[in-house]
């Protein structure tokens, strides 16, 4: 069983930057691809971005894409999720998960594993 544990939220301004972590232990990380996901309040879950096992693929939304660089360190057990020129819409719970099928990257409903979230709170 794989566990995952995030970290690196907390309280940005507009057009700020964070970086969160998601550490994994236990199962092999490699063999997991890793999405983010985001819970606005009020909201459903969504989907921000995805990376491969291997890491050589990476998907986003239109949302995501150009504000939002996600990555993995295989050997380190970890995948981290840049963000820059944060907006107050960006304000959620942000998710780690992993998912052992890479074609379904995007449905929360699949996957396997998630972590406990982290919140990120950009103010205007």
């Known amino acids: 069983q794989v566990q995952l544990v995030e970290s690196g939220g907390g309280l940005v301004q507009a057009g700020g930057s964070l970086r969160l972590s998601c550490a994994a232990s236990?199962?092999?990380?490699?063999?997991?691809?890793m999405g983010w996901f985001r819970r606005a309040p009020g909201k459903e879950r969504k989907f921000v971005t995805g990376?491969?096992?291997?890491?050589?693929?990476?998907y986003y939304t239109d949302s995501s894409k150009g504000r939002f660089t996600i990555s993995r360190d295989n050997a380190k057990n970890t995948v981290y999720l840049q963000m820059n020129d944060l907006e107050p819409e960006d304000t959620a719970v942000y998710y780690c998960?992993?998912?052992?099928?890479?074609?379904?990257?995007?449905?929360?409903?699949?996957?396997?594993?998630w972590g406990q979230g982290t919140q990120v709170t950009v103010a205007s």
């Open positions: 998960a992993a998912i052992l099928s890479e074609n379904r990257i995007t449905s929360w409903a699949e996957y396997d594993y």
């Open positions: 990376i491969s096992g291997s890491g050589r693929t990476t």
């Open positions: 236990r199962g092999t990380f490699s063999s997991y691809a």
